[in-house]
């Protein structure tokens, strides 16, 4: 028995025929206790200090009522960022989904039982997964320049490795029957999944790629603090002149198209699902 189970003993049922049934407690406490001795620790590592937060809390929206009213004339200048924006959140997100496919198959543990390919896969997504946007959009402006490419490659990265984590794991859920008939009468493996598994995560995959590309948006929308293109360039250069009016012009356009792309997306994946 556990010191845990001996400070706090299970409790004890009988049951009429006369036999006894132990219930352990939950370990909540332990897990709470943990929780809480993590956050003492966080805020001492990180020198967190409430009181300055509560003092200087106000100066958040000091620069929050420069931003309105916003500057309705400088609209025309926010078209071609946001217009950049939305197509390296379009194509990034659209090439990272496709090239993760075959990734995700070889990561599937029910269609590949090699154990050192499934685990050298995941291991793969695990590590670009890790790596933050800005980091991949820092990296490829080196490798294509500054332009909106390097935004593209950034976007398509994170697409590849957030899809393909999900993607993997609905696929080792699916309904092995088909697959497995069809290797039994002398199909690939490949042409195996793509007849008998493919159908029946397309829904879902889909759903979660609209999903992905929804966020990719908001995500493109500060590469441009790298040089990586769209609306972050002129975002920085805004806040860097203290142009508050300006850059609440720049929110609202993205919160507008946020909000557009999102309700198209809603739209799309009810019908998926």
């Given at each position: 028995?556990?010191?845990?189970?001996?400070?706090?003993?299970?409790?004890?049922y009988?049951?009429e025929?006369?036999?006894?049934?132990?219930?352990?407690?939950?370990?909540?406490?332990?897990?709470?206790?943990?929780?809480?001795?993590l956050?003492?620790?966080?805020?001492?590592?990180?020198?967190?200090?409430?009181?300055?937060?509560?003092?200087?809390?106000?100066?958040?929206?000091?620069?929050?009522?420069?931003?309105?009213?916003?500057?309705?004339?400088?609209?025309?200048?926010?078209?071609?960022?946001?217009?950049?924006?939305?197509?390296?959140?379009?194509?990034?997100?659209?090439?990272?989904?496709?090239?993760?496919?075959?990734?995700?198959?070889?990561?599937?543990?029910?269609?590949?039982?090699?154990?050192?390919?499934?685990?050298?896969?995941?291991?793969?997504?695990?590590?670009?997964?890790?790596?933050?946007?800005?980091?991949?959009?820092?990296?490829?402006?080196?490798?294509?320049?500054?332009?909106t490419?390097?935004?593209?490659?950034?976007?398509?990265?994170?697409?590849?490795?957030y899809?393909?984590?999900?993607?993997?794991?609905?696929?080792e859920?699916?309904?092995?029957g088909?697959?497995?008939?069809?290797e039994?009468?002398?199909?690939?493996?490949?042409?195996?999944?793509?007849t008998?598994?493919?159908?029946?995560?397309?829904?879902?995959?889909?759903?979660?790629?609209?999903?992905?590309?929804?966020?990719?948006?908001?995500?493109?929308?500060?590469?441009?603090?790298?040089g990586?293109?769209?609306?972050?360039?002129?975002?920085?250069?805004?806040?860097?002149?203290?142009?508050?009016?300006?850059?609440g012009?720049?929110?609202?356009?993205?919160?507008?198209?946020?909000?557009?792309?999102?309700?198209?997306?809603?739209?799309?994946?009810?019908?998926?699902?």
């Amino acid at each position: 028995m556990s010191l845990y189970d001996r400070l706090f003993p299970p409790k004890v049922y009988k049951l009429e025929n006369g036999k006894q049934i132990e219930k352990k407690r939950s370990r909540a406490p332990i897990y709470a206790l943990v929780i809480i001795f993590l956050t003492v620790l966080s805020v001492y590592i990180t020198g967190f200090d409430l009181s300055v937060l509560v003092s200087r809390i106000d100066q958040f929206f000091v620069i929050l009522g420069e931003m309105f009213p916003p500057r309705w004339d400088y609209m025309p200048q926010i078209w071609q960022p946001l217009f950049d924006t939305i197509k390296m959140s379009l194509l990034g997100s659209f090439i990272g989904s496709v090239a993760v496919v075959p990734f995700a198959m070889l990561a599937s543990t029910n269609i590949i039982h090699n154990r050192v390919v499934v685990a050298a896969v995941r291991l793969l997504l695990s590590i670009v997964r890790t790596l933050p946007t800005l980091v991949s959009a820092l990296i490829a402006t080196y490798v294509f320049g500054l332009g909106t490419l390097a935004g593209t490659t950034a976007i398509a990265i994170f697409t590849f490795a957030y899809i393909g984590k999900i993607l993997y794991e609905e696929i080792e859920t699916v309904d092995m029957g088909a697959f497995e008939a069809m290797e039994a009468m002398g199909a690939t493996k490949t042409r195996a999944f793509i007849t008998s598994i493919v159908p029946q995560v397309l829904p879902s995959y889909l759903s979660n790629c609209l999903f992905c590309f929804e966020g990719n948006v908001r995500y493109a929308s500060i590469l441009g603090y790298v040089g990586a293109g769209g609306l972050g360039l002129i975002l920085n250069e805004k806040i860097g002149w203290r142009e508050y009016s300006s850059v609440g012009m720049i929110l609202i356009a993205l919160f507008v198209t946020v909000f557009l792309i999102e309700t198209i997306s809603r739209a799309a994946r009810k019908r998926l699902v």
